[in-house]
């Protein structure tokens, strides 16, 4: 083979070789966009159920804060209920201690 031969079919794969590069080039621009679009897509996925969580969360904690509020009411009633009952208790003792004394 002559060196014209040689330089013909060097020059012929390094062309094939540039098609195929281009090829690739093209094919890994288009995964890298795809890829791209999956994570946007993922991305905003989250972003979605991350809304969803924050609005149960601060729906969740309404609700208990109401019966937490409900709660204390409830506590402060029974309080006044059992401090009523104390005071009936004392003034019963002491008028059984002071018949009993024969004060009254």
């Known amino acids: 083979m002559d060196i014209e031969t040689r330089l ?12 195929a590069i281009e090829k690739l080039t ?8 795809s890829v791209e679009r999956g994570f946007s897509e993922q991305r905003t996925a ?3 159920g ?3 969580q924050r609005a149960a969360l601060t729906e969740l904690r309404l609700d208990t804060d109401h019966k ?11 309080f006044r209920w059992l401090y009523g009952l104390n005071i009936t208790n ?5 008028g ?7 004060i009254v």
């Open 8 to 19: 013909a079919k060097v020059e012929v794969e390094v062309g094939t070789d540039k098609e």
């Open 26 to 33: 093209r094919a890994i621009d288009d995964l890298r966009a």
């Open 46 to 48: 989250m972003e979605r």
């Open 50 to 52: 991350f809304a969803e």
């Open 68 to 78: 937490i509020a409900e709660l204390r009411r409830e506590t402060n009633l029974n």
């Open 90 to 94: 004392l003034t019963f003792t002491i």
């Open 96 to 102: 059984i201690i002071a018949r009993m004394a024969g």
